[in-house]
């Protein structure tokens, strides 16, 4: 089968759902013509490229843009882009120029986004072109309780509100617009099957996951017992470790742990680092800390098998708070087997997914998050690990190479469905 895949983030970026896609369907004899959007500087999934039969990345920013010069560079592209459709139609003309060049047919669109971008321009292409559509979309905008699914904020006060309720507005009318032209829609957790289906009831859950090649239980020893969080904290609404850090402040505080061999260890972005921080210097415990940049997803599975419990943040999943977030951390880390911390339990999927898994605890306390890492603390200072023994029927579900056949069935599904349509 040929798939043309327009996405808006790849590899080298940070889109590692796309970028393993692409590994297992290509060796399993498919093929798959990528064209994204290129991040420039991003190149924490580098170890992914390749695996795509042919790759178009589009530039829209320049790289070496510094201050002012990116905010100005990043309104005008966003502003030619919701008046006139700006990335979509350099996606569209990419596509025609490669397809008239190579004589290249295709099977099947997969359009895969956050937000909306290359939504408008699968559609157009799959009309054109006259190929089912399937839209992937792996986070959505309602997902979350406040605007930081936006990268930038065109202006501060309520002038800049009221732009950002329009710009949100106009988001979700073009892509829901989409949603009700494809053929098959995927998303990745139960919460978003369940909202996304009023736009189109042939929808279909596939999680995000891990690659078994690369993530499995393989121990290391340390001389720290570390517990390691690797990703955005993006803002408290979303992710809120407030009750992990008063329970290892209590810890300090009544002698169970100390800094000779107890560290919390952080690989963060800048927004996040500066947050870790300031709740640190006020549950003063700043001397456990260890806050490092992000590191390249191949050396992630490493630093997983040689830390003692695997940190999980949320927020209570309720009316004001996040929704069926369930990012490709949690999937990796019980592929590895160490034990799960989930703060707080979101009440919800996620916190269900870890209790069940047996991989861990999903905290509704203070109390109870410092029971569980004075028992796995006791724990390793009697053997030197913390290993957990992985129920392999429940993580395998969530096995890159298995998603990758789900997708290939929704792809036959929508092509037969199409081929009889048209007897």
């Known amino acids: 089968m040929n798939i043309l895949l327009l996405c808006d983030h790849f590899p080298p970026a940070f889109a590692p759902r796309m970028g393993y896609l692409c590994k297992y369907l290509r060796t399993s004899g498919h093929e798959v013509d990528v064209v994204f959007e290129q991040l420039p500087g991003d190149k924490r999934s580098a170890y992914l490229c390749g695996y795509a039969s042919s790759e178009h990345g589009l530039c829209f920013y320049k790289e070496n843009n510094t201050g002012w010069k990116i905010k100005l560079q990043w309104i005008t592209v966003m502003l030619r882009d919701v008046l006139w459709h700006y990335k979509d139609i350099q996606v569209c003309k990419t596509v025609s120029h490669w397809i008239n060049q190579s004589g290249k047919t295709y099977d099947v669109i997969l359009a895969c986004s956050y ?23 792996r986070d959505i905008i309602e997902q979350y309780p406040d605007r930081s699914y936006l990268n930038h904020h065109l202006l501060k006060g309520r002038i800049g509100e009221y732009l950002e309720i329009w710009q949100t507005r106009h988001l979700l009318r073009q892509r829901n617009r989409v949603l009700r032209q ?17 736009f ?21 020893r340390d001389p720290f017992f570390r517990v390691t969080y690797t990703g955005r904290i993006i803002s408290f609404k979303i992710r809120n470790p407030e009750i992990l850090f008063r329970a290892v402040s209590c810890l300090k505080s009544k002698k169970i742990v100390s800094e000779k061999d107890f560290r919390l260890c952080w690989y963060v972005d800048k927004e996040s680092r ?36 695997l940190l999980q943040i949320a ?41 069940s898994s047996g991989m861990g605890m999903a905290a509704k306390t203070e109390d109870e998050v410092f029971a569980f890492l004075e028992a796995e603390y006791g724990k390793w200072k009697q053997t030197g690990s913390t290993q957990r023994e992985v129920n392999r029927e429940i993580v395998g579900r969530f096995s890159r190479k298995e ?6 069935r929704i792809f036959e599904q929508v092509v037969e469905s199409r081929r009889m349509t048209r007897k």
């Open 403 to 408: 998603q990758a056949l789900s997708f290939l």
């Open 182 to 198: 494809a053929d098959a829609v995927i998303s990745v957790s139960p919460w978003h099957v369940d909202y996304l289906k009023r």
């Open 274 to 309: 500066q947050m870790i921080q300031e709740l640190a210097q006020k549950e003063r415990i700043e001397d456990l800390m260890e806050i490092h940049d992000f590191i390249p997803a191949a050396e992630v599975p490493s630093l997983l098998n040689r830390s003692s419990v």
């Open 200 to 220: 189109n009831p042939s929808i279909h859950l596939i999680y995000n996951g891990y690659d078994p090649e690369i993530f499995y239980p393989n121990p290391v």
């Open 115 to 137: 937000r909306t971008f290359p939504l408008w321009a699968a559609s157009r292409l799959a009309r054109r072109l006259c190929l089912p559509l399937v839209v992937d979309l």
């Open 315 to 355: 927020n209570i999943a309720d009316e004001k708070g996040p929704k069926g977030i369930m990012s490709t951390k949690v999937f990796e880390a019980m592929a590895i087997g160490k034990p799960m911390l989930l703060v707080p339990d979101d009440c919800s999927f996620l916190g269900r997914l870890v209790e």
